[in-house]
């Protein structure tokens, strides 16, 4: 089960939303973070950087969070779709659109995910510095 981030209205107004520690989020592991009833967003340790999508699976809406995370691709637990959370992109049917992808920043030990959909930034930004 991954770890959840459940945000009150406030923590959610901003654009950059507050999503926990690195400290004890392991590599290879997703957190969820909560913003509101419509948009849950996995965040994505891979080796040490972070990034994060939608967490619904475009297919048929499975919950992406409950998939397998391996070299920076995560499995639709529902029917085995493919996404690489890098960029969003599918990697493997049935799924046939790309996930939405949020950019990542770390401040000191603390992680922040934009409630925003863009470009996810590269490993090095996305780090922000903090090593795991
Ligand atoms: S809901 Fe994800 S593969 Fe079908």
Redesign the pocket.
């Known amino acids: 089960m991954a770890d959840t981030v459940n945000l009150d209205a406030s923590a959610a107004a901003g654009e950059w939303l507050p999503a926990g520690s690195v400290e004890g989020f392991e590599c290879g592991t997703v957190r969820v973070v909560v913003a509101s009833e419509d948009l849950r967003i996995a965040l994505c340790n891979v080796d040490g950087a972070f990034y994060a999508v939608e967490d619904v699976?475009?297919?048929?809406?499975?919950p992406?969070d409950q998939g397998e995370l391996e070299d920076g691709e995560i499995e639709?637990?529902?029917?085995?779709?493919r996404f690489d959370v890098r960029t969003g992109a599918v990697i493997q049917m049935?799924?046939a659109m790309p996930l939405a992808t949020f950019p990542v920043k770390v401040e000191g030990n603390e992680l922040f995910v934009s409630s925003r959909p863009g470009a996810p930034l590269s490993p090095e930004r996305a780090r922000g510095g903090a090593l795991l």
């Open positions: 699976c475009t297919h048929d809406g499975g992406l639709c637990p529902r029917h085995g779709a049935p799924a």
